[in-house]
């Protein structure tokens, strides 16, 4: 009988998804999703190949399973970082930066595109991680149009087009360039709200993590 990781079944299955998300991510990073097979996942996490599939039918399930347990990791944090702040305009820089550091963990290159070697069913599923985040930040907005700290606008055009501008902006991995590009990245969408007097820029701050 396989070695029970944790002191009980719940804590053993739970500790072996992270053990193979935290392998997929690597993997990924390495050599792009379509080069890795579920046979090299289980050898990086240390986890006998059969065993994988108790958790996973395949290796896009996987993904789907990784990409929605950051996704809600980070809206947790999110939600933790921004509850106690009022200002619609601080709320706004918080998720910025969070999307900024979180990219980072969502860089599945080299390789192709995503798009290009998932199924469709798979791309929609993986389109709800987007979706969740979205929601977040057309709250933000719709409370700093009521406020007043942003003129009105149409929220589902600022939303698209906030969001298409953080996904295909690349910052540094580390050092003082990659706070100055995170800040610059916060200034710009402050900016392209419409924040006005209150789009300044800051000394650089520790990056989220």
């Not at 009988?1 to 053993?12: F, Y």
């Not at 090299?40 to 065993?51: F, L, N, S, W």
């Not at 389109?127 to 709250?139: G, K, Q, S």
């Not at 055009?157 to 969001?163: A, K």
């Amino acid at each position: 009988m396989p070695k029970i990781i944790g002191g009980s079944l719940h804590e053993h299955r739970e500790q072996t998804r992270l053990r193979l998300f935290q392998a997929l991510s690597q993997l990924m990073a390495e050599r792009g999703f379509d080069a890795i097979t579920l046979a090299d996942i289980a050898q990086a996490a240390g986890v006998g190949r059969t065993a994988v599939y108790n958790h996973f039918a395949d290796k896009e399930s996987m993904l789907v399973g990784f990409i929605m347990n950051e996704t809600e990791r980070y809206i947790a944090a999110l939600e933790t970082e921004i509850a106690g702040v009022g200002d619609p305009t601080e709320q706004l820089r918080a998720y910025v930066r969070a999307q900024c550091v979180l990219k980072r963990d969502y860089h599945l290159a080299p390789g192709p595109d995503l798009r290009s070697v998932l199924s469709r069913g798979t791309r929609q599923r993986v389109r709800e991680h987007v979706v969740l985040v979205e929601a977040m930040l057309r709250r933000v907005l719709a409370a700093g149009i009521e406020s007043g700290a942003f003129p009105e606008q149409d929220l589902g055009t600022t939303v698209s087009l906030v969001n298409a501008c953080l996904s295909s902006r690349v910052v540094p991995d580390d050092g003082p360039e990659r706070e100055r590009a995170i800040e610059s990245t916060v200034l710009f969408v402050l900016r392209a709200v419409g924040a006005g007097d209150r789009a300044e820029a800051r000394e650089p701050e520790p990056a989220l993590v």
